[in-house]
């Protein structure tokens, strides 16, 4: 490979001018499902996850982030040129996700708006496609949503951790922005770490093979090149948040990387909320934003089955403390929780077998 | 199916969008181009704050078709803080009790399949209780 | 002076029909009222439905009926003001025989519940509020007056059991009423134990559903030939109100059912105290009590209590739902309002037996359609001979 500089930046500097996120109300346990599977024994992945109510889905969750973010941002919905959703749990396999939210927050019809998949990573890959859409002029704003409602099958290892949030980030020119985003990278190659194939309802995944040669080398080759590339170091951060299936590989790929506990800890909302997939990154991004002081930096790094991760570096403006409580906080909406049981959560979760 | 029907009604639906009267500043919900208040024609768009309070409400144990799934639920009549009272289910109540006066806030959610599962899906408002602080 | 007079009732008893259709009961109810008027040759049909169309995927009823009862080549056509489609026929056919047009007219109220239940049944009811601020979050008409009653009880400072009075005076009715799907007293007891429905509205606060049908036959008074002492319309009145409990400015204010009341009264040269009986729409417990304030019978927030103290009895100072009313007679949806003048013809008649109003002369028949969406009232009066 010839030599070229690995992380990437727009022409023009670009930042987040408005975030906002959302947790759904009700929690499951872990040791709930543990009740029901195992009888009680085995570790237990997360404390509790969101589920949300019979009536939301990524769409409405979708709105409500997006309309925190709005408010933070202090712009007109009409000057956003591209709403774009990341998920893996769209309402429908063919009918967009992000013309909904387009039109409920008022930003039709002067806009582009497209769902993204990608696993785990859809909302990042919209967030760097909203870098880019700002960063090289096209459009004054965009608006980046990483939400899932996520899926696993009764009883297996994922439905521990299965959760619903996520977060929205409108992307815009740097100067107005509460946060630089300075530079981005993507490392991604074709891992079969989890899958879910057409007219499937709950995800496949290769169990053990889902950490090292998965999860574990897609995060760290996109960490470590990206701070290479632009000459940084773990001690360098304030905060760094990854991305998050359970509480326990956060926590160890972080130590592998050089950073400390401390330094993942507000962004680390998975043990309260569970693994809110395309979400998880980004709304553990919003749990810093909440905290964070002017001229902090913050590494993140997303994770999406098969595979990929994309890292940036971002850094708070002193514009933070004027906005971020001009919406809900994620602390807010984790401390709204409402515990449900076991048949609650099926009901809930649409697993009531009716025909 | 209802396709054009709710169709036309989105902006309402998903966004608690209703008039002004330029005349008097009268605020309306649902819209009705013509201004209660004084008479004269309203059809300046508004876009409500989605705050307001229970006037009344009561729990729906016997749904309608199309909300079985839901139920029970809570509807409640919910005066809007620009004067407008609109009907509306209230949603993510947890365990929390509703009374009258209780505030609340518009959020936008699923209301019911537009047939069956196969249909569209139907979103509009609802209003929860305001989350702690944020008042 | 010309007088609209009712000179034929029939009825068929209210409840659960499972071997009759809409064209069957209704044409019984038609033949019954013809059959007691001494059989004259009617001109025109009005009949008074809710739901035909949704719940039996019928529409154009009233030929349907028309052919039925044998009287093809008549004119009929169907009226529709949700509840108060019943008085909205009756009002049909008055206008119809007053101006001349008509000199013989059938005003008939048929509605079949029982052939849909549970939530196809409530999403048929809610076809009667607005379908897209009111249906469209799921409402339900049993909610609306749910609501109703919960600001009221606080508005009014009332307990829950405010309403028993309602319930209890409508059961004692019924059981003097052969008709009545219900014909059994109930305990104060009994009221307070019952299942809640939606709160604070309980199974006694709500009318049950039931097939029926009932019919009258109007004509002018110089071209009545019977010997039998007929009753005569004083008033016939029809008022709105918004559709939606929502665009009220004060929702326990039932201000169609006042302002149909006063025209009503206006036109019969009565007031309030002159009132005999008054049979009105206890759809819901709530709506009766709204509506006995609105027309003026008590001050705003009072009607409970006079229930309560049994001023609404058959001896009381306004006796009310004379054969039972809604709650046990039955909602009969389109029917009631003609089931209702029925009763009240009984009642001018003398034929009410256990339960005549001692010199009934006056009696005040009243149909809501929705939360008080639409009224109609008409007063109907003993011939003075």
């Known amino acids: ?355 | 199916m209802e396709i054009a029907r709710h169709w036309r009604l989105k902006q309402q639906r998903y966004g608690l969008v209703g008039e002004v009267c330029p005349h008097c500043d009268h605020k309306i919900f649902p819209p009705r181009d013509v201004c209660p208040n004084c008479g004269d024609e309203a059809k300046e768009p508004f876009n409500f704050s989605g705050q307001g309070e229970v006037f009344s409400f009561t729990t729906i144990y016997e749904a309608p078709a199309g909300f079985e799934a839901n139920a029970p639920y809570t509807v409640a009549l919910v005066k809007l803080d620009e004067g407008p009272m609109v009907t509306a289910q209230l949603t993510d109540l947890g365990e929390q009790p509703v009374e009258i006066g209780m505030p609340v806030e518009m959020v936008t959610r699923k209301m019911r399949n537009d047939g069956d599962e196969r249909g569209v899906i139907l979103y509009g408002y609802k209003f929860r209780p305001v989350l702690a602080g944020l008042r | 002076m010309e007088e609209i007079l009712i000179t034929g009732v029939g009825q068929i008893p209210a409840g659960e029909h499972w071997d009759s259709s809409l064209r069957e009961m209704g044409a019984k109810a038609v033949r019954l009222a013809l059959q007691n008027a001494g059989n004259p040759e009617p001109q025109a049909l009005f009949v008074g439905n809710m739901l035909s169309m949704n719940i039996s995927n019928q529409a154009h009823l009233a030929t349907l009926i028309a052919d039925r009862a044998d009287l093809v080549g008549i004119e009929a056509a169907t009226v529709e003001a949700g509840g108060a489609s019943g008085g909205a026929a009756i009002r049909q056919a008055v206008l119809a025989v007053k101006s001349g047009l008509v000199d013989c007219a059938i005003a008939l109220g048929v509605e079949k519940f029982t052939d849909k239940a549970g939530g196809e049944l409530e999403s048929a009811l809610a076809t009667n509020m607005d379908g897209d601020f009111e249906a469209m979050q799921g409402l339900t008409t049993t909610s609306q007056a749910a609501m109703l009653m919960q600001r009221y009880l606080m508005q009014y400072k009332a307990e829950r059991s405010a309403f028993a009075g309602f319930a209890l005076n409508a059961h004692k009715n019924g059981a003097g009423n052969p008709n009545a799907m219900f014909q059994k007293a109930i305990k104060a007891d009994t009221y307070l134990k019952a299942e809640m429905v939606s709160e604070p509205l309980n199974m006694f606060d709500i009318a049950p559903f039931v097939d029926g049908a009932a019919a009258i036959v109007l004509t002018r008074s110089s071209l009545y030939k019977g010997s039998a002492q007929p009753v005569k319309v004083s008033a016939s009145a029809l008022s709105t109100d918004t559709l939606s409990l929502h665009d009220r400015v004060d929702v326990l204010e039932f201000r169609s059912v006042a302002r149909c009341a006063q025209k009503a009264f206006d036109q019969a040269g009565l007031r309030p105290g002159q009132i005999n009986l008054f049979e009105y729409d206890d759809q819901f417990g709530i709506f009766a009590a709204l509506a006995l304030e609105a027309t003026g019978f008590c001050e705003r927030g009072q009607a409970w209590k006079m229930a309560l103290e049994d001023e609404i009895g058959v001896g009381g100072r306004l006796p009310c739902a004379t054969f039972g009313g809604n709650k046990a007679r039955g909602f009969a949806g389109g029917a009631t309002g003609i089931y209702q003048a029925v009763e009240a013809v009984l009642q001018l008649r003398g034929d009410a037996k256990a339960n005549q109003v001692p010199g009934a002369t006056h009696a005040m028949i009243q149909g809501i359609g929705g939360p008080g969406s639409t009224c109609v009232s008409h007063i109907l009066s003993k011939m003075e001979s």
Request: hydrophobic share 40%.
């Open chain 1, 1 to 355: 490979m010839s030599e070229q500089q690995l992380h990437m930046t727009p022409d023009k500097p670009v930042g987040i001018i408005g975030y906002g996120s959302y947790v759904p109300r009700y929690r499951l346990a872990a040791k709930e499902v543990a009740r029901v599977w195992t009888g009680g024994k085995g570790g237990l992945p997360i404390k509790e996850k969101s589920v949300p109510g019979l009536d939301e889905d990524v769409v409405t969750m979708s709105i409500e982030a997006a309309r925190n973010a709005l408010a933070r941002a202090c712009i007109s919905p009409q000057d956003i040129r591209a709403v774009w959703v990341g998920s893996e749990s769209h309402p429908y396999a063919v009918k967009p996700t992000s013309t909904l939210v387009a039109e409920a927050i008022g930003a039709v019809p002067h806009t582009q708006a497209a769902d993204w998949e990608f696993a785990c990573k859809a909302g990042t890959e919209a967030f760097v496609a909203a870098m880019g859409l700002v960063g090289s002029g096209m459009g004054k704003y965009a608006l980046a949503i990483g939400m899932d409602t996520a899926q696993g099958k009764p009883g297996d290892a994922l439905e521990y951790t299965a959760g619903a949030g996520g977060a929205a980030y409108i992307v815009g020119p740097a100067e107005d922005s509460l946060a630089r985003v300075n530079a981005t990278y993507s490392f991604v190659t074709d891992t079969p770490d989890f899958w879910r194939r057409e007219y499937q309802k709950y995800p496949e995944h290769g169990m053990r093979f889902t950490g090292e040669p998965a999860y574990f080398k897609h995060i760290s080759e996109a960490a470590t090149t990206l701070m290479h590339s632009i000459g940084t170091t773990a001690k360098d951060y304030k905060w760094a948040v990854f991305h998050q299936p359970n509480t326990k590989f956060p926590q160890k790929v972080a130590g592998q990387l050089g950073f400390s506990l401390e330094q993942i800890q507000p962004g680390l909302l998975v043990p309260v909320i569970g693994n809110t997939y395309a979400g998880a990154a980004m709304i553990g991004l919003t749990g810093v934003l909440d905290i964070a002081e002017p001229g902090d930096r913050i590494l993140m790094v997303s994770f999406g089955s098969g595979a990929g991760s994309d890292a940036f570096d971002i850094e708070v403006t002193d514009k933070i403390s004027e906005r971020r409580n001009l919406a809900k906080k994620t602390g807010e909406y984790i401390a709204r929780r409402t515990e449900i049981d076991y048949a609650t959560y099926v009901r809930y979760r649409g697993k009531l077998a009716m025909k």
